[in-house]
């Protein structure tokens, strides 16, 4: 089965071709203005969510060297496992 979209109709008139061209251009200009506005908020966003970050771990860095600090160690237990022969996959 067969799916054929009819073939649009272009007008012929120039105003009403001049008009769609300048809707077009306008469309593609407010999406533009648009995708600028939300990648500018992100990466307001993100700076400073990264400034911050940075504020608070400078913070925790000071308090830290002037006083106790723990030290960042992983405990657990593990086995070592000796393997003779060929690995099987």
Do not use: D
């Not at 071709?17 to 999406?31: F, N, P, T």
């Amino acid at each position: 089965m067969r799916f054929v979209l009819p073939s649009p109709r272009r007008s012929r008139h120039p105003l009403v071709r001049a008009l769609s061209l300048l809707v077009g251009v306008a469309l593609i200009g407010v999406l533009l203005v648009f995708g600028l506005v939300v990648v500018s908020v992100l990466l307001v966003g993100g700076g400073l969510l990264l400034a911050v970050r940075q504020w608070t771990r400078g913070r925790g860095a000071k308090r830290n060297a002037a006083g106790t600090h723990k030290p960042e160690v992983l405990e657990g237990e593990f086995v070592v496992l000796r393997q003779t022969g060929p690995a099987a996959h």
